[in-house]
């Protein structure tokens, strides 16, 4: 192969990569926020309004109690206020400390968003 041909792929060759490595695929963030969810949320939180609960209260309806709260946030300050500071306010009948309160440091930010993102769909 002479010189010329082979500067000729080489560029060819990275220009294939540069273009494959533009972006990942996007995700959308319910989807993720869904799948942390069952990961880390369903153990202790049931998503069934009448359904018996192990650790927490049932997360059924959760994003229309976030939107009615009391203190001025909206419902995504308020459920990611919740998910990283849990003893901030402890729902009537459960014991605070239950709950981790390291997801600040567990998960990424676009994690927390993507957790609150599908919170917020738990009408």
Avoid: K
């Amino acid at each position: 192969m002479s010189l010329g041909r082979g500067i000729v792929w080489l560029v060819f060759l990275v220009s294939l990569v540069a273009c494959g490595a533009a972006q990942p695929p996007s995700v959308d963030p319910v989807l993720e926020g869904e799948r942390l969810f069952r990961v880390w949320c369903i153990g202790c939180h049931s998503l069934d309004p009448d359904g018996p609960t192990a650790l927490g209260p049932s997360l059924a309806g959760v994003a229309t109690r976030a939107a009615n709260n009391d203190e001025g946030l909206t419902a995504a300050e308020w459920l990611y206020r919740e998910t990283v500071n849990p003893n901030a306010v402890v729902t009537p009948g459960y014991s605070p400390g239950l709950m981790p309160s390291d997801y600040e440091r567990a998960l990424r930010p676009d994690q927390l968003e993507a957790l609150v993102a599908y919170m917020l769909t738990l009408e």
